[in-house]
């Protein structure tokens, strides 16, 4: 794949905070990429950085080749759409989609062809007329989308868009977007605090911590084999357990061996163990590796949540079978569930 934009060494601070350290990123041509992490990690000073609207203390963007940290936004080929939709009230849907049309000089006639190209793709055929402040939150969102897609960007930054809608619409948008990033063909950074919409949008996510990258991967890789205990933690559900490598795929830990399947591991390695609740294995006590007591319930729709004491350490059970508060729980564990991640030098001393 192509790379469209690379990141080289960014730096980038407030009032003495680093915000940006040292960061290092490339994004494909026709990728949908989602930057994901905690309030104040840097991902929406990132998304402005690329889009021109903040200065780089140090550092180089490059896009398409070419240098372009120090373009104006309206010298990128690049267009945003934020939280807030930030549409003139006092224009009509139509004028609203056609105003950066309008400022580049673009002739009536297709001006016209854009607009109504742009609204049919946002499924608001027909909505020309209408006045911004009789949309819905949903329909707001699109034409925020519509307004941006109109200039036929190479690429579309999303600071949270849908961070304003309800959980129905939310989840209805997310795929939509997905679906028109794949009819443009255009490169999408999204940008979202929330795990779930990462993990069910994105080609790729790169989850950041105060400034710097903790993971990058693909949605199954960042879920499924998390690098560090702030990955496991922050996306989805994980309990983390310290165990030892045993060799020959064998990990023990509550003093029991399991098998397992990693292999990067010294024999009698200190290791963390990760178990996603929903991994675990309800069964009968006789078959049961673990064996712990129900100390919490809570249902969540589709499973249940329970919190299980294990030789004094709560556990986090998903389970489509009710158990009792103070009843007996056994548990067992698939080799391809149990994942291992190695242990930081500074948690071993």
Known sequence: MKKLIELHHINKSFDDQVILDDFNLYINENEFITLVGPSGCGKTTLLRIIGGLESVDEGQVIFDGKDITKLEPNERTINTVFQKYALFPHLNVYENIAFG??????????????VKWSLKLVNLNNYEDRKIDSLSGGQQQRVAIARAIVNKPKVLLLDEPLGALDLKLRQNMQYELKELQKKLHITFIFVTHDQEEALSMSDTVVVMNSGLIQQIGTPEDIYNEPKNRFVANFIGESNIIRGKYLGDKLVEFENVVFECVDTNFEKDEICDVVIRPEDFDVVSLDKAKLIGIVTDKVFKGVH??????????????????EAEINSQLGLAIDPFEIHLMKVPQIEKA
């Open 304 to 321: 249940y949540e329970l919190c299980v004491d294990i030789n004094g350490k709560e556990y986090i059970v998903h389970t489509y079978e």
């Open 101 to 114: 049309l309008r400022l580049k000089k673009v002739n009536e006639k297709e001006i016209e062809e854009l």
